[in-house]
């Protein structure tokens, strides 16, 4: 266990460094987010979201959550997964004895240690500035944003694997972009959404985890709801790793 902790340590700390390194990355990482939210709260602005229980300051906040984990954790991992086998750095980490799961775990470590400093500022500015409650039930909100960090660190390595250069991953991130955005809650909630589409929605990959987020920020959500929130972003996060573990390439793909 020490060891594993040595090597993930070496290896976030590695990672840590080319990403503050790379400004655009970085740029990324840590302004994208607020630059989102600000559009987010103009379009929903005048929205009457009384049938789903929430103001549009809460629906702007929680949703804000979604905007950290797909900009700040998949799309950042994607590009430095691929950057890093195009560069042989993996290949060179496998010849050691790193186990696959840490180099990737490593990788990942920052970008999730920035998401989930940026999740906590997005609480500490709903409740200071726009007058929010605390979270009602913050182990649901703690379980749907480290459920949203391994998922989308998942898909970010199963995206890796069909991405060929690191700027084609700017194409290969935009489906899951444009489709959680809409259809995941993150801009207007499923709630005021009619019942069919609402009801193919609770399938996409984030949903459960925005379900998640805001049932713990909120409150309100029933057990089944929940627990049907959290099986379903387990049931994708299985499905990525088994793609990763087919598919994901560990060499430039030529």
Known sequence: MTAMTGRLTALGRAELTLLVRNRTALAVALAMPAFMVVPLMSALDGMDLSDAGMSVGEAVMTGGFGIVLILVVHLNLVSAYVARREELVLKRLRTGEVPDHEILVGTALPAAGVALVQCVLLVVAGVAFL??????RPELLVL???LGM??????????????RTVESAQLTTMPMFLISLPGSGLVVPLEVLPERMASVCELLPLTGVMTLVRAGWLGGAGAMDVLGAALTALAWTV????AVQRWFRWEPRR
Request: hydrophobic share 65%; aromatic share 4%.
């Open 131 to 136: 007058d929010l409650d605390a979270p009602r």
């Open 144 to 146: 749907g944003v480290l």
């Open 239 to 242: 499905i990525s790793v088994f």
């Open 150 to 163: 391994v998922l989308m660190a998942a898909l970010a390595a199963a995206t890796a694997s069909l991405t």
